[in-house]
């Protein structure tokens, strides 16, 4: 028979040592949104560079079946985030090498790039150039998540690393892997894609949906899955987000009419993990805080894209 005189011991998590967590209705906020998903990893032998159709050799059907079954999986989750968070969503889905062409046909309100599987020297050298010239270049709002996040960092002039600082090419397999969920420490909660942690604002409406760990210790609980680095923090960016195995893991640009935030986890996975749980219950305690970055996105991305908009009335 249970001794209900006898105390439970203290939970290791969260913060506050609850035993249960809220159950959280995902509410649509965001009217209408139009976001271009740009599939970031390879599909046929043509996006392939000389050094990857030369070490791959044989296998690169194998290698190209997995890249598109994961890209496949990678859009998906992008584009569930969207649906589930804009009451009137309007998605486009194209790859690396079509991402300028795309932006000009659909014009979008933002951009959302996915993670990568392979090194870049392993791409069409032609198709990375191109993306890095227009990411330069072009005043949409970008979310870059993971292998993107760091091809943002080479086209703002960084170098990528292993996370045992070797270069790439000297150590291809059995890399050092920051992997499952993991923790991430906040350095400016004052950024307004952390809306509601700051103590000034933690009154605000932003601030109740945030975890206790999080309005606590300014913590993110996030997905990682890479075993690359931005080496540094590019000009012009902001360093948001650190851990003691990557440090860069989140940066902003908020200069020169562009808005970029690129993130090396994978704040996307969230209502794929959501709709796994055994339990719904239990989603607070999994994926929800990449949720909350990736609503808090597309509403930046809104207002950069109206301000935008009124600024170009103001100069006619």
């Not at 139009?34 to 290698?63: G, H, Q």
């Not at 300028?100 to 014009?107: Q, T, Y």
Request: net charge neutral; with cysteine.
């Amino acid at each position: 028979m249970l001794d209900v005189t006898q105390k439970a011991e203290p939970l290791p998590f969260p913060f506050n040592r609850r035993n249960f967590c809220y159950y959280e209705p995902i509410e649509k906020r965001i009217d209408a949104a139009k976001v271009l998903i740009v599939n970031c990893l390879l599909r046929y032998e043509s996006d392939l560079s000389p050094l990857a159709k030369e070490e791959w050799n044989d296998t690169i059907p194998a290698k190209l079946r997995l890249e598109n079954k994961i890209s496949a999986m990678a859009c998906d989750n992008i584009a569930k985030n969207v649906i589930r968070l804009v009451k009137s969503p309007k998605t486009l889905t194209v790859h690396l090498s079509e991402m300028e062409e795309a932006e000009k046909a659909f014009f979008p309100d933002a951009i959302v790039m996915s993670g990568t599987l392979s090194d870049f020297d392993y791409y069409n050298a032609e198709h990375i150039e191109k993306a890095k010239d227009f990411l330069r270049r072009t005043k949409t709002p970008i979310l870059a998540i993971c292998g993107s996040h760091q091809l943002i960092g080479l086209a703002f002039g960084c170098k990528l690393k292993t996370l045992d600082n070797l270069s790439p090419s000297q150590k291809r397999n059995n890399r050092v892997i920051e992997y499952q969920y993991r923790f991430v420490k906040i350095l400016d909660v004052t950024d307004p894609i952390f809306a509601g942690i700051s103590e000034r604002n933690r009154e605000s409406m932003e601030s109740r949906v945030w975890q206790d760990y999080t309005l606590e210790d300014s913590i993110l609980r996030v997905w990682q899955n890479h075993g690359l680095q931005v080496d540094g923090v590019p000009e012009g960016f902001k360093l948001l987000a650190t851990s003691y195995l990557c440090r860069n893991q989140m940066m902003v640009k908020r200069s020169e009419g562009q808005l970029i935030y690129s993130v090396q986890f994978h704040l996307e996975k969230s209502f794929e993990d959501w709709s796994k749980n055994p339990t719904r219950w239990e989603h607070q305690n999994e994926s929800r805080d990449g949720r909350i970055l990736f609503e808090n996105f597309l509403k930046l991305a809104l207002k950069h894209k109206n301000e935008q908009t009124k600024a170009a009335h103001n100069q006619v």
